[in-house]
């Protein structure tokens, strides 16, 4: 089946830098969620994404739709203690709509 | 928060028993979802419903079934629980909107220890 790439799989970061991560795949995709999950919880929808080159914000944090098709982006802005989790990218991966894809995460860690 | 309750959140069970996980709904969304997620793996599809009786498989279905005779409720079953099948398990749900993917909304989830 299709596969989803995240990048990088873990990061250890200061509070107050900015994150960027990336998400990719072998074949196009037509939509891209971003989930965060905190630490014994389920999935929290951030952001959803419908168009090629979209790029839209949910607060401090922005993702993008790569033009390719093959790629979405999430950036955070000024990173807080909060932000610490599981970031995780999905799509559908054929184009029925009803399931979803997803990629095996972005662990991020904030160093006191 | 979506209105999705799992139960028990945490189960330690034997190799062979058979075991029964619920999730509840109350926000009348037609598809429902089983995930499992594994260290290494993400989370992966198990079963899903697209209606009351209307099931079908995901990629790991293998030693699980499922049943859905009301809108709200959705059960996941292991007839004979595996070591192997030690996991969180995740319920999700979501509404079909046309012309868009099925955003899903999960629950807190159930850790299953079969020692």
């Known amino acids: 089946g299709q596969q989803l790439n995240q990048s990088p799989q873990s990061m250890f970061i200061q509070e107050g830098e900015d994150v960027s991560m990336n998400c990719t795949s072998s074949s196009i995709f037509n939509t891209w969620l971003w989930y965060k999950q905190d630490p014994g919880e389920g999935p929290v929808l951030l952001i959803a994404l419908y168009k090629a080159g979209e790029l839209t914000s949910n607060g401090r944090l922005t993702a993008q739709f790569g033009i390719t098709r093959k790629d979405s982006f999430l950036n955070i802005s000024a990173s807080i203690p909060s932000d610490v989790g599981i970031y995780f990218c999905a799509g559908p991966p054929n184009f029925g709509n009803e399931k979803l894809t997803f990629g095996t995460g972005t662990r991020l860690t904030i160093i006191p | 928060d979506a209105g999705i309750t799992q139960s028990p959140r945490h189960k330690v069970t034997e190799t062979g028993t058979p075991v029964t996980l619920r999730c509840h709904q109350t926000?009348?969304?037609?598809?429902m979802y089983w995930y499992r997620q594994d260290p290494g793996h993400g989370l992966r599809l198990i079963h899903y419903?697209?209606?009351?009786?209307?099931?079908d498989k995901g990629e790991v279905s293998d030693g699980y079934s499922v049943s859905r005779s009301k809108t709200e409720d959705f059960l996941l079953t292991l007839e004979s629980a595996t070591s192997s099948q030690t996991s969180v398990y995740f319920c999700?749900?979501?509404?079909?909107?046309?012309?868009?993917?099925?955003?899903?909304?999960f629950g807190p989830g159930t850790r299953l220890t079969v020692t």
């Open positions: 999700a749900i979501s509404e079909p909107v046309p012309g868009l993917v099925y955003e899903q909304y």
């Open positions: 419903s697209y209606g009351v009786k209307d099931t």
């Open positions: 926000e009348n969304h037609r598809y």
